[in-house]
């Protein structure tokens, strides 16, 4: 059978609305063969793979099983009540060397342990790679999440990035105008050659987009005929790292969130 995105399935299947299917992902409430998945870009095969729902019904919270495009609701609670919990919002300024996931099945190091003092559940809003430093946000709003990661919302991320390579400026227009990675085309982007080194054959660009596919960024200067050396994200929105020393991080306040979410 043909593989499907995950959220067109889960709305096919009636679980929920396309834009509230992605909420559940992007929030770290669904499970393909036991392992949570938070990428919108997330296919699977209905007729093997195993998908598992976490949602609310009133307070009530349960997992949705999907078999042969069935739903049904096993209480995971005995009928208790479940206080909904406070809505969370986090910026880190992510080191080089940990990995986005919530558990990872290698053994590495995720971001979630330099976040070990929050109690609430959140999971991180898009991905870095481990070789990316800089700007990660996490929470458990899957609105804002939402929000920050579908690309029909344009919440732009700005990076840094360091390469092996001296882009011509016709290479530079060409990340302006979009260039093909795999199976897509980038969206525009806004690009500035912030540096370059002709002689070691460096150059630091900075480059701002509002997609952030898998890996985007680097397969971009790939795609032009750069090797990156080193990849920073300097913002998203009007968010920055300003004050957060590396390895740290705080809580957004409410102004920040209100203006993430267009309510400003």
């Known amino acids: 059978m043909e593989l499907v995105r995950l959220q067109k399935y889960l709305a096919e299947c009636g679980v929920a609305s396309r834009r509230k299917s992605e909420e559940y992902i992007t929030s770290g409430l669904v499970k393909v063969n036991g392992k949570v998945v938070t990428e919108l870009g997330t296919k699977i095969n209905p007729e093997v793979d195993k998908i598992e729902v976490e949602s609310f019904s009133g307070n009530i919270l349960k997992m949705i099983n999907l078999e042969d495009g069935k739903i049904s609701e096993v209480p995971q609670t005995e009928g208790k009540e479940v206080k909904p919990e406070k809505k969370v919002y986090i910026l880190l300024n992510k080191p080089v060397g940990y990995v986005t996931t919530v558990n ?116 971009m200067c790939e795609a032009i005929g750069l090797s990156v050396i080193a990849l920073k994200r300097e913002g998203v929105g009007n968010l920055t790292c300003e004050g957060v020393n590396r390895g740290e991080w705080r809580y957004l306040t409410d102004e920040e969130v209100k203006e993430i979410m267009g309510e400003w």
């Open 104 to 219: 990872d099945e290698k053994g590495r190091s995720t971001v979630m342990e330099l976040l070990k003092e929050v109690k609430e559940k959140i999971v991180p809003v898009g991905r870095l790679d481990m070789f990316t430093s800089g700007l990660l946000l996490f929470s458990n709003d899957g609105e804002f999440i939402n929000k920050v990661t579908h690309p029909k919302h344009e919440t732009t991320k700005t990076y840094i990035v360091k390469t092996r390579g001296v882009p011509k400026e016709k290479d530079l227009e060409k990340l302006r105008n979009g260039v093909r990675i795999e199976d897509y085309i980038t969206s525009p982007a806004k690009v500035e050659l912030l540096l370059k080194d002709n002689t070691n054959d460096i150059a630091r660009i900075w480059i701002q987009i509002h997609e952030g596919r898998n890996r985007q960024v680097r397969k």
